[in-house]
């Protein structure tokens, strides 16, 4: 089986970790990881969610933060800030910042992100293929309101710096309208037996992903069957800030309104949490088959369960 999933950072990289577990070795998953996160900071190209993905799926991430790599160092971090040259709210630990250094200097080198990517993901072997949604530059930008007037920001600086603590009036992918899906993108999409939405955020994660020109397209006239999973239960996120760019888009921080939000003509199911269980009608009336089922992804069995049921829902609504 050939199994597609478009993916963001955590929320994405630990679905894939129960994917994994409940695949056979002879299936292929490929994941289509975002890249709008991206930042260049220090002269490094920092790409978070594809390093959430790999270094989560590799067995370097740090468990309990979600981000960056387990044991890690800050001596780098303090020598930049004793130099006075920030960001200082980013973090980028010592072993972190080897990975952008590599990433940075095939970068210069001429290689694309797609090949520093695979290059990168020969040490930590993920047991997946990772492309990047694009190998150009696109960057998620957010419009905010403050003290300093109206502007946008990037989004690490709204997310990272500023917490997203004030509301996210639009949001801004900016390179997307001229981007072109990586190589081996749209072949993957086409070819794939099972196309899965992960509970990733659906503006800022699997949203960019779909702004890229071809994409959305191609994902919608896959014959696969696409299925996603609600990343929000309960009417709020389970951790992020999807409620505050959901409300820049016009769309409720609710299970149903994300699955209407994604539409019919992309989602052939869906799967809520079984606290949402009285949303199903209302994504079933919009012509989604739905199903509620455990939703929290609390450790590598009920994971595991969550990855197992997309497959069976994806399989129903094929046959
Ligand atoms: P990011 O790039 O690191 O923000 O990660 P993603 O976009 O891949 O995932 C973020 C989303 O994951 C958030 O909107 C969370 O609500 C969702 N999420 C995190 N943990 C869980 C979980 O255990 N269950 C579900 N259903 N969603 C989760
Ligand atoms: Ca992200």
């Given at each position: 089986m050939r199994i597609v999933a478009l993916a963001g950072g955590i929320g994405?990289?630990?679905?894939?970790r129960g994917l994994k577990d409940v695949v056979t070795p002879e299936d292929e998953i490929t994941v289509i990881g975002n890249t709008g996160d991206d930042i260049h900071l220090f002269g490094l190209k920092v790409c978070p969610d594809l390093d959430t993905v790999m270094y989560t799926l590799g067995g370097g991430i740090h468990e309990e933060q979600g981000w960056g790599r387990a044991d890690e160092t800050w001596s780098v971090k303090a020598e930049m800030k004793a130099y006075g040259v920030g960001p200082e709210w980013f973090g980028l630990g010592d072993k972190d910042f080897a990975t952008h250094i590599v990433r940075s200097q095939m970068l210069t080198a001429g290689y694309s992100l797609s090949q520093v990517t695979e290059a990168l993901c020969v040490r930590w072997k993920?047991?997946?293929?990772?492309?990047?949604?694009?190998d150009d530059r696109v960057e998620t930008h957010v419009r905010i309101t403050d003290s300093e007037g109206t502007r946008a920001v990037h989004f690490q600086e709204y997310w990272v710096r500023l917490h997203a603590a004030v509301d996210a009036e639009a949001i801004i992918p900016v390179g997307a309208d001229t981007a072109k899906p990586a190589p081996g993108v749209l072949e993957a999409i086409a070819a794939a037996d099972v196309i899965l939405f992960p509970p990733s955020n659906p503006v800022v994660s699997i949203g960019t992903i779909l702004a890229v020109p071809g994409i959305r397209q191609a994902v919608s006239a896959?014959?696969?069957p696409v299925v996603g999973l609600s990343p929000i239960i309960g009417g709020a996120p389970v951790r992020g800030m999807a409620d505050k760019v959901?409300?820049?888009?016009?769309v409720a921080a609710t299970a149903d309104a994300v699955a209407l939000h994604y539409g019919a003509d992309l989602l052939d199911g869906w799967l809520v949490d079984t606290q949402d269980a009285g949303a199903v009608a209302a994504v079933e009336a919009a012509g989604i088959p739905c199903r509620a089922v455990p939703l929290l992804m609390t450790d590598a069995d009920a994971t595991a369960a969550m990855a197992r049921a997309a497959l069976e829902l994806a399989e129903q609504v094929r046959s």
């Open positions: 994405g990289a630990r679905f894939l993920p047991g997946v293929r990772l492309l990047p949604m694009s896959a014959a696969a959901l409300a820049a888009v016009g």
